[in-house]
């Protein structure tokens, strides 16, 4: 049986409180860490961004993942790496939102993020 399944997805989630906990130093590790982990999940195709208070990343969804898991893991992975940095500021608020993405939306997505 042959599948092709290509959802890519805009997530959004903030800091709790919508402290500005992400500086220059903290997107340093932070957005390359939250890439990484969405690639060792199974999305192929990953941007990250965002500002002081909330996260944007863009990602493919893997073909088996619900949305809510890649964002648990993401969340997960990122608050695990901020706590052994020493970043007891970047906590997750509950929640996240998630917008679809057509195919020829991507690269104007893609720069927003």
Known sequence: MTRYVSVHVHLVWAVKGRAPA????????????????????????VVVGGVADHIHVLAELPAAMPV????????????????HRGVPDLRW????????VSPRDLASV????
């Open 93 to 100: 608020q509950d929640g996240y939102a998630v917008f679809s």
């Open 68 to 83: 809510s898991e890649l964002v648990r893991r993401l969340k997960g992975a990122s608050s695990r790496l901020a706590s």
């Open 110 to 113: 893609a720069a927003y993020v």
């Open 22 to 45: 992400i500086d220059e130093s903290v997107r340093q590790w932070l957005w390359p860490a939250l890439a990484e982990k969405a690639r060792a999940v199974g999305s192929g195709h």
